[in-house]
């Protein structure tokens, strides 16, 4: 098995966190996302140390738009992760939680007055995107008679080998202040003179799903020069350096890893070499990983329902897990690795395009995928799915998102149930004048 943590049973059935995925979807019915407590804490241990053993002050926050499941969140507090959020909802899962304002990282280039307010209040560190921002961060500060804490978000420029829509550190992306241009330091002079904010941070993140170490190192190099001029020129030191998240996760059996060890030391040598050219203080290194913590601690197992043969084309199978699901293959020409969960001892002898239940043709988990013979009744599973998966998912065509279960050494627990149709009715309205 090409992932450490899953195996397979005597029975030839797989097994995730020590339980069976023919079990489990009996069960708990399917399309059901399956997450393993141990795997999940495994990663988030070993990104931690690979950074804290080469930085005495090294801080991991989970970046929970990738799983803001409430138990997956509590379970990385529980390690001692605390939380990069970007919305009103996540910043309230993470002090429902017990995460406290100190531990939250707060981001994005659109923050409403409630969710700043919130934020203010609960001292959360905030990566301001824009002056417009500032302006508004210091009167709400004013306001509430509390300083804010802030950092600003600034674009390295750094191109990061990967999907166009989730490369965010180019000079043309939506995001944070340029920095060759001078916008960046120009932020940091203005915010120096404010009476309300603190400025604490700096923060970029140049895109996910980053295999290679290269552009960390680049992020690196171009922060910490930034983090030098701006003390030489505006007189701030600054204390947190936070360089975002993007390690990648090998999505494809054959394809190589990242290993957190040599994305730490990328980052960890270059800012080394610079804060002794510039005789820098060491400042607290942030990180906010989401893919590399949760991602292959996830599956969907999705039931066959019907095959279909082709002549001349691709042979069809489809399973009731479908892009409202996991809208990664269509949306961002995602690989997901597909394996027949109930027939892991025979061989992939045939090939299948894998379709879900919906009625549009992006509705697809994975095309040209070797799988044994599928019939009726057999279960699939989609690998690496914890992270942006349920997290992502729709009601497209008013199908129920799937329940999550978390396993965890022959332990299960609903950690969402499943939606029924009266969830996705349960808002709507329709106006005495149609009754
Ligand atoms: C999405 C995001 C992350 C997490 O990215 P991954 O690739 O999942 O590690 C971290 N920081 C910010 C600002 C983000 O937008």
């Not at 090294?58 to 969140?73: D, E, G, L, P, Q």
């Not at 529980?78 to 981001?107: M, Q, R, T, Y």
Request: proline content about 5%; overall charge negative.
């Amino acid at each position: 098995m090409f992932k450490p943590h899953l195996n397979a049973n005597e029975e030839g059935h797989l097994v995730i966190g020590g339980v069976s995925a023919v079990d489990l979807a009996e069960r708990f019915g399917t399309p059901l996302y399956v997450m393993d407590e141990q795997r999940i804490r495994e990663n988030y241990q070993r990104f931690y140390q690979a950074f804290s053993k080469r930085w005495d002050n090294a801080r991991v926050w989970y970046a929970y738009k990738a799983n803001s499941n409430m138990a997956i969140c509590k379970l990385l507090w529980d390690e001692g992760c605390g939380a990069e959020v970007s919305s009103i909802c996540e910043l309230k899962i993470a002090l429902k939680i017990g995460v406290p304002g100190e531990d939250i990282i707060f981001n994005g280039n659109y923050k409403t007055v409630p969710e700043l307010e919130l934020a203010i209040k609960n001292g959360a560190l905030i990566n301001v995107d824009n002056l417009q921002e500032l302006k508004v961060i210091n009167d709400l500060s004013e306001k509430i008679g509390k300083e804010a804490r802030i950092g600003f978000r600034v674009n390295p420029d750094v191109k990061a080998p990967t999907h166009p829509h989730i490369a965010t550190g180019l000079r043309e992306s939506k995001f944070g202040f340029d920095v060759e241009s001078g916008k960046a330091l120009e932020a940091y002079q203005i915010a120096s003179e404010m009476e309300r904010v603190k400025v604490e941070a700096i923060h970029s993140h140049i895109g996910s799903q980053i295999l290679d170490p290269k552009p960390f190192g680049e992020q690196a190099e171009k922060m910490m020069n930034l983090v030098a001029q701006i003390r030489d020129e505006v007189g701030v030191e600054i204390g947190i350096v936070d360089m975002g998240g993007g390690l990648g996760i090998p999505y494809k059996p054959d394809e190589e890893a990242l290993s957190p060890d040599d994305m730490a030391e990328e980052t960890t040598s270059t800012m080394k070499k610079i804060i002794q050219e510039k005789d820098l203080s060491k400042p607290t290194l942030v990180l906010e990983p989401g893919r590399s913590i949760v991602a292959d601690a996830g599956m969907l197992l999705g039931r066959v329902g019907y095959t279909k043969e082709r002549e001349k084309t691709t042979d069809w199978v489809a399973i009731d897990a479908g892009m409202n699901a996991l809208i990664r293959p269509v949306l961002y020409d995602a690989y997901h690795h597909i394996l027949a969960a109930n027939k892991m001892n025979e061989k992939t002898s045939e090939t299948y395009n894998v379709a879900g239940p919906l009625c549009e043709s992006g509705d697809y988990l994975g095309k040209e995928r070797k799988l044994p013979k599928v019939e009726r009744g057999d279960l699939l599973a989609v690998l690496d799915v914890g992270a942006y998966g349920l997290a992502m998912s729709s009601q497209h065509t008013a199908q129920p998102r799937p329940a999550m279960v978390l396993v965890n050494s022959g332990d299960v627990e609903i950690v969402r149930r499943r939606e029924e149709c009266k969830d996705l009715t349960r808002l709507d309205k329709v106006p005495e004048w149609l009754e």
